[in-house]
């Protein structure tokens, strides 16, 4: 209740008319957080090399965390204000924190992989009854134990057949390495990362097992409330970059190296076209599409319904939130219905 009450008011202060920022003015600061070294996350870099940040009048703020569960736990401290996650800790956010998914930044089913050693694959691949008992190395409460639980079921087997050993993505990284584990449960770019350095191979992803794993740009509900004409301008420097992208693929490319090694991270140009061409991204038209409930649930009410039942599995909720609670239109909305606005997130 206090969650539907919190987007009906922050739809009702979008329709108020609230004019985004000028340029002109001092750049007001918000505070944006992100994982590094993702590619969902590289927008937000790009648009700060190319000055968009500041043409809208914003000032970003970037705090980092290493997976999404301590994002969401730092919004205890209201330690940022909006960003990108993964689908699963947006949900948890929504439900902990009344935190809003405005956007989706990119389909990462590809991206969040289970990875087997070369010398494995193929007995697994021929009965997938062997994983039992074994351990399996991820990360909980993340897009990619939502990944792995689906490979799981697509082979005939359930977390219960299994021993899950929750590491961060570093850790696992450094174990899988080292020769732990039989499986590993990583996304991008840590799945290229165990092909170069433990002969891995993907073995099953999340579209392959029929997954759909969104990543989403996210925003509390209060700060959305009480400044929807950031909110707003923060949605559409996002936006920008990624109409961007889809024009300049090899500047992209460029960004994404340098961006990649200053979160530690050293990839093959190869990787890096990989990441383009396997993770799709949405501009402010398909954007709308997606959160369209014109017909009923939009199609990012079902992906999120899934995470919700998912979370739910793993005992972390005991109720998943209902996603027209979360999951809003209004800032996709207030863009698209300001010329100005429009225009800056279609890089027109």
Known sequence: MIRRMLLVAAAAAFAAGQAP???AQAPVTIKV?????????????????????REMGLAPEFSTFAAGAPQVAALAARAWEAGGTGSAPA???????????????????RGNAVVARRADVERIR?????????QILLTTNSTGEYAVLACLKSWGLDRRDVTLVNLGQAQIISAFTAGN???????????????????GVVICDGK?????????IVARADWVREHPDR???????????????????????ALMRRFYVQGGVTLDDRYLAAEIDTRPTFTLEEQLRLFSRAEGPSTVDRWLTDLGAYLVSTGTLQQAPDPT?????????RIAADPRLRAFANNE
Not at 33 to 53: C, D, M, N, R, T
Not at 126 to 134: E, F, T, W
Not at 181 to 190: D, R, S
């Open 325 to 333: 609670t979360f999951a809003t239109d209004e800032v996709l909305k």
């Open 181 to 199: 584990g039989l499986l590993a449960g990583v996304w991008a770019p840590n799945t290229y990362t165990l092909q170069e350095r433990a002969q």
């Open 126 to 134: 021929a009965n997938p009854q062997v994983l039992k008992g074994q």
């Open 33 to 53: 957080s992100y994982q590094p070294s993702l590619y969902w996350a590289v927008p937000f870099f790009i648009a700060a090399e190319k000055g968009w940040w």
């Open 231 to 253: 909110a707003a301008a923060f949605l559409a420097v996002y936006l920008r970059s990624i109409a961007w992208q889809r024009a300049n693929r090899d500047e992209t490319i």
């Open 91 to 109: 949900v948890l956010g929504a439900q902990r924190f009344g935190l809003l998914t405005i956007g989706i930044t990119n389909d990462e089913s």
């Open 208 to 216: 392959e097992a029929g997954a759909t794993v969104p990543g989403a």
């Open 21 to 23: 920022p000028a340029a």
